[in-house]
């Protein structure tokens, strides 16, 4: 029973799940890149960032629209009701008349020179130009979601894994203990503590079992579909350090590509456009006009009905003199809201800057800790077989092994979290860099069924 209780944790090997046909199939079905495009799909957080490229792009064409000609036509139906009460012609000096009159007017307005309006539309280039940003970094959000939240349900499976091999483990040496313990081989003892290391080992089974739950969870919460199962780690996963090794130099990508840094740069000019276009208020305009009015009157005091046609074209120029609501004195505090949006730049740049640091220090130190605990598995593994063997001689407690195999496993588990710390500091350091993109979620793929 010894024997078969260390083949069943050797089988466990570090990258190995449990998989049957149909799970393979569902595997596949669910592998780290299907899960990506299903979330490109149905993801609302990156949707929402589509729709805002679409937002953006209005804008800009409302504002470009301010600046197109105007024409507006009016039609007015009277009923005039004259009376004179006096007058220079001789003739009709006195008197009353009714009668009705109908006007048609059609205007043309073209603004010729408009600073508001010229600044509303640089504002909405920026306001598009700022939406595409945003968009392309939800992308690299989504992608990082995705990553994340991949690896870490790999690491929950694994787990959960590795907590079922060993509590049959126990069990089988349970069994054993107990027709020991009947016969007086062993003391009371030490069936006691085997059963309750069986006991602790289904509290951390069903930890274990609500962590793949709860990972699996984040992972349909951005696909929209219920996952019960994912892929898996089909070859050694390499843990090679990213380059350029120096931080500056990923500081200086970030400067260039950041998407998030590229929206506030934009932002920036948003607020400025919109400060000038508050400015513009307070400016003189100047525009073209050009009316047509068509007027059939049917009667008059002074001589009977007429139709008449008058074309009218003109230039106008509009001089702000006084505004007692405070229109135009906007821009004083758009001029703040400018310098806010500079600060919140420079607060940004400080905490990317932080961040690759960070990210670049946990990514070496994730490879390095890969090492060590390699060679720890490997150490403790030996030293359980060694166990084992001491057992079956009467040398050491069935206790005593037990201990080992819950070092060996936790060796295990946490070796595979230092790839799943690897892959997060990566991919978060690739994200601030602004260079994450779909190519990594096909390298990572690689790597998993």
Request: charged letters at 25%.
């Amino acid at each position: 029973m010894r024997r078969r209780a260390l083949r069943v944790l050797q089988a466990v090997a570090f990258f190995a799940f449990l998989a049957t046909d149909v799970v393979g199939a569902r595997a596949h079905a669910n592998s780290l890149i299907n899960i990506y495009e299903m979330a490109l799909a149905n993801d609302p957080a990156f949707r929402s960032g589509e729709v805002g490229t679409f937002i953006g792009e209005r804008e800009y064409r409302d504002a470009l629209y301010g600046y197109f000609p105007r024409v507006q036509g009016r039609i007015d139906t009277d009923r005039r009701y004259q009376n004179i009460i006096d007058s220079a012609n001789a003739v009709f000096q006195i008197g009353r008349a009714e009668y009705s009159v109908t006007q048609g007017i059609v205007e043309l307005r073209q603004p010729i020179l408009d600073y508001g309006r010229v600044m509303r539309v640089r504002k909405g280039e920026s306001m598009r130009a700022r939406a595409f940003a945003e968009f392309a970094n939800s992308r690299q959000e989504l992608i990082l979601k995705v990553s994340e939240n991949y690896f870490k349900a790999l690491a929950a499976m694994q787990r959960v894994q590795l907590v079922e091999s060993a509590q049959r483990a126990i069990q089988d040496e349970l069994k054993v203990i107990k027709a020991r313990g009947r016969s007086g081989q062993v003391p009371r003892s030490e069936t006691k503590e085997i059963e309750a290391q069986a006991e602790l080992a289904v509290s951390e089974l069903i930890d274990a079992q609500n962590g793949l739950r709860d990972r699996l969870e984040a992972l349909s919460e951005l696909t929209g579909s219920p996952l019960t199962r994912i892929g898996r780690l089909t070859k050694r996963f390499p843990l090679k350090m990213p380059q350029p090794a120096d931080a500056n130099a990923w500081i200086a990508q970030a400067v260039a590509n950041n998407h998030e840094l590229q929206s506030q740069q934009l932002a920036i000019a948003v607020a400025g456009y919109r400060r000038d276009e508050a400015l513009g208020e307070n400016l003189p305009t100047l525009e073209a006009k050009a009316l047509y009015d068509y007027t059939d009157q049917q009667g008059s005091q002074f001589g009977g009905g007429s139709k008449t046609q008058d074309t009218t074209v003109g230039l106008r120029l509009n001089v702000p003199l006084f505004n007692s609501e405070g229109r135009g004195y906007g821009y004083l505090k758009e001029n703040h809201l400018v310098q806010q949006e500079h600060l919140k730049l420079e607060q940004l740049r400080r905490k990317i800057a932080r961040e690759i640091k960070d990210f670049l220090n946990s990514a070496e130190g994730a490879s390095r800790k890969y090492d060590a605990l390699t060679r720890a598995v490997e150490a403790t593994k030996i030293r359980y077989e060694e166990l084992q063997a001491k057992n079956r001689s009467g040398e050491v407690s069935s206790v005593d092994v037990l201990k080992a195999q819950r070092d060996l496993v936790r060796a295990q588990r946490d070796q595979f979290d230092a790839i799943v710390d690897y892959v997060l500091a990566v991919t978060r350091l690739k994200a601030r860099a602004g260079t994450l993109s779909e190519q990594d979620i096909q390298y990572f793929s690689q790597f998993c069924g």
